[in-house]
């Protein structure tokens, strides 16, 4: 392992591990290492080649000279942490290598960090906000990881990220506890056993409001009445705010629904800690209940469709993916599929008789057929050329449309274990649709995927792509997809509609 401890070397660093095409993963830390950060450092090794973890403990982000000078250090202790990791580097520079003399630009943040922690630690979000976006700057990872227990920081780094056009993905991780439930903090160091034991409260809290709603009480003043009491009843523990909010804007709500946030944060003797928790069902992980709360939308048109549990739980498998084989050839977040869509364009999931699956159909997402409807472009004309349907509205009441690939890659092919893996994603996606019995696949690599994975055959038994397209540019069998049945099913296989020097006729005639 590397200790780097300047910008330039950093940087250096940097162009060597892209010059060889190595994917690059940020873990941000402010060191006193403990298994929170290592849960990050696990998942940053599994997805990514290189892993970077930054120690710095950032001084524009703390209230006070005094809670900065308090801070656990131990970067000897930190390093021999890491070292059973073998990750390539860590990051340590000192705060003059990040705020020299004549430092004077800062990071503002907007509305989402206004509320409970802004009020609390005013100016705190701005200093997270510009290290970020310097560490961002200066490593320029593919992915950094942080967790969900700094859930509202999350949130601003995702606004950051979305804002400013930063090329980063971000990985949100569940919260890991102690034995005791207590949320796994560097803080939790300062505590003795007395204020140790007080400090569950938070986590009690959090549980006492989850079992309220989970026995139907949806009043989230009532809940939070009981919260209150059950801190009062405490009296080494000081309760700066218990709030239940919205995930999109942290605005307070009346009404609990899935995906809301308890977020709590006390002064317990010397150490302020924080504690949240998600609301679902019952049975969901906290990666789902996580991923309720990042994907959930602020608004419910009243004109929706609300899907069952299990089209959102597709939808928020798809979102969650985070063990891409492709990550090191994405620059963008996963896009919004088919099942985003479900809700407002297919009131009847048995309508839909054949399904289209492309592979980056199109590559712009605000040019996705489901999102911009009317909106005619090279992929959705020659689509439609190609069904033989006149627009978006005859295209929905015959056919639906997904993707073989879960996210925007920039790589020409996507590697093989990328396509077993979103192929999961596929075939949960389709079984949705109970009805379906022709399948219109596009291109080289949604062939590969569907030939492969879901009529699961074996690599000799595929014929070449080029091979079966012949003269005709397309090619027809029917065969059973096992993950939808046992039933016949007719599947075409054409030419991609963007490829521009390859086109397949219309195959209307034969679609019935």
């Not at 802004?118 to 700057?137: D, E």
């Not at 801190?231 to 080494?236: D, G, H, Q």
């Not at 596929?426 to 879901?454: H, I």
Request: glycine share 6%; proline share 6%; aromatic share 8%.
């Amino acid at each position: 392992m590397r200790l780097i401890t300047t910008i330039a070397d950093m940087q250096a660093f940097r162009r060597d591990v892209r010059a060889r095409g190595k994917s690059v993963a940020l873990v941000p830390t402010m060191g006193a290492l403990h298994e929170g950060h290592l849960s990050l450092i696990r998942q940053a090794k599994r997805q990514c080649d290189v892993v970077i973890v930054s120690i710095f403990i950032n001084p524009t982000q703390f209230d006070s000279a005094e809670d900065l000078a308090r801070y656990p250090r131990n970067l000897d202790k930190d390093l021999e942490l890491l070292s059973p990791f073998t990750i390539e580097a860590t990051f340590s520079p000192d705060a003059k290598e990040l705020y020299p003399d004549g430092f004077s630009t800062l990071v503002e943040t907007g509305e989402i960090a206004a509320p409970l922690e802004g009020v609390q630690r005013p100016g705190h979000f701005r200093g997270v906000a510009t290290v970020v976006t310097k560490l961002f700057n200066i490593i320029k990872p593919d992915v950094a990881y942080f967790g969900q227990k700094d859930f509202q920081q999350t949130q601003v780094i995702r606004r950051l990220v979305d804002d400013l056009n930063l090329e980063v993905r971000l990985s949100i991780l569940p919260t890991l506890r102690e034995t005791d439930g207590l949320a796994i903090s560097s803080r939790n160091a300062y505590l003795n056993d007395e204020d140790r034991q007080a400090a569950r409260i938070l986590h009690h809290s959090l549980r006492l409001a989850e079992g309220l709603a989970h026995a139907g009480e949806a009043d989230t003043q009532k809940v939070l009445e009981q919260m209150y009491k059950l801190f009062a009843s405490e009296p080494r523990v000081h309760l700066e705010y218990a709030a239940i909010v919205d995930p999109i804007q942290l605005k307070p709500v009346r009404r609990l629904s899935a995906g809301c946030v308890a977020l709590v944060a006390a002064r317990v003797g010397p150490a302020r800690l924080i504690d949240n928790l998600i609301f679902g069902p019952p049975d969901a992980s906290q990666e789902i209940l996580l991923q309720l709360a990042l994907t959930a939308r602020p608004i419910v048109d009243t004109q929706t469709l609300i899907p069952g549990f299990e089209t959102e739980a597709v939808r928020l498998r798809i979102a969650s993916c985070r063990n891409c084989a492709a990550i090191s050839a994405i620059h963008l977040p996963p896009r919004e599929f088919l099942t985003s869509y479900v809700r407002t364009t297919y009131a009847d999931l048995g309508a839909p008789r054949a399904a289209v699956i492309g592979r980056d159909s199109p590559m712009n997402p605000d040019m996705y057929l489901y999102r911009s409807p009317r909106k005619s472009n090279r992929f959705s004309t020659n689509l439609f050329e190609l069904l033989g349907v006149r627009d978006f509205e005859d295209f929905k009441a015959r056919f639906v449309l997904t993707d073989a690939i879960r996210c925007h890659t920039t790589s020409p092919h996507v590697p093989q274990n990328a396509l077993a893996f979103c192929a999961k994603h596929l075939g949960a996606e389709l079984k949705l649709f109970p009805n379906l019995e022709t399948f219109v696949v596009l291109g080289d690599d949604s062939y590969m995927q569907f030939q492969q994975y879901l009529l699961e055959r074996n690599p000799e038994q595929i014929k070449p792509y080029e091979g079966l397209m012949k003269l005709e540019g397309w090619a027809r069998e029917d065969a059973r997809v096992p993950v939808l049945g046992e039933r016949l099913l007719h599947i075409f296989y054409c030419y991609h509609p963007t490829r521009g020097y390859k086109r397949s006729p219309s195959i209307a005639q034969w679609l019935g």
